[in-house]
Structures are given as C-alpha cells and as structure tokens.
C-alpha cells in the first residue's frame, strides 16, 4: 500500500456555552472517488533506468477528523478559570483536492503493461484549512449517564 507524503493540517473551530482551546486531532481517510475523468501529465521523465510520470488528479476524499478540546469555565466568585473536561468530538468530512500520483516504472519491465507500473508516491496538494465541530459540550448523554 502507498502511503501519502502529504499530512493534512487543519485549524479547529467550534462553538461552546464554555470557554474552550483546541488540543489537535488526527484524519482517517476514509475513501475516495474521482472527481472527473481528466488525467493531466505534470511531468514525464524517460531514462535508462527506467520511466517516471507525475499526474495530477482531483479527489474528493472522504474524511473522518477527530478534534480534541479542553473545556473550561470562569468562576463567577473569584474570576479564575476552572477546567472542567478534556473531550473529542468527530466529525465525517468530504475533502475535494488536487493530487499528485507519481507513477514508475524500471526498463527491465514493460511500460505496456499495467501490471508492471508502480505507483511510488501520492502527494495531496491542498490544506483543510478550518474544520468547523460544531457544537461542544461537556459530555454526551450516554457517558452523564455511566457517572450517575
């Protein structure tokens, strides 16, 4: 399996009755689908050795993004500021984006035969930007209902 080169950055957004700070999170791809058909060459280098094709595609790329918080309030009696919970939230995010798919091949092996291409490299070329989680409370329902 190929791994990306490319790790996605995101800035977290949220909105709470509590004060809260942003604490990262992590992406799990999903799935993909291809956006269209169009295949555009970038680059074709024939040596040798063998031959390297650099494509570019458009994705639209299927995400589950987990974002951490930390939650806190400020008491009302003396102004300091209470912490009050650590919590995750997720959330399913459809990404389109412009990726990179770096293709080789050796000279030993035929470049007709499809089954003797390697795919070297995935490079995503956008960024997330802002994922927005919406909604942050201090607990959900079923883990208010455990503490009872």
Same mark, same amino acid.
């Given at each position: ?56 595609? *458009?994705?639209? /790329?299927?995400?589950? #993004? @987990?974002?951490? $918080? ?6 009302? =009696?003396?102004? %300091?500021?209470?912490? *009050?919970?650590? /919590?995750?939230?997720? #959330? @399913?995010?459809? $990404? ?6 770096? =293709?080789?091949? %050796? ?10 291409? @390697? ?12 994922? %927005? ?16």
């Amino acid at each position: 399996m190929v791994e990306l080169s490319t790790e996605l950055e995101f800035n977290q957004q949220a909105d709470s009755t509590c004060i809260w700070e942003p604490e990262g999170g992590e992406i799990n791809y999903e799935n993909f689908s291809f956006v269209n058909h169009d295949i555009k060459v970038i680059e074709s280098n024939i040596e040798s050795l063998g031959i390297n094709i650099l494509l570019e595609v *458009l994705l639209n /790329i299927r995400l589950i #993004i @987990e974002g951490h $918080f930390r939650l806190s309030h400020t008491d009302s =009696i003396d102004g %300091d500021v209470v912490d *009050l919970d650590a /919590i995750t939230k997720e #959330i @399913e995010k459809d $990404f389109e984006t412009k990726v990179h798919i770096l =293709i080789s091949c %050796d000279s030993t092996r035929d470049i007709n035969n499809v089954d003797d291409l @390697e795919i070297v490299d995935v490079t995503i070329i956008d960024q997330l930007g802002t994922v %927005d989680f919406g909604e942050l409370e201090q607990y959900d329902d079923t883990d208010h209902d455990e503490e009872i």
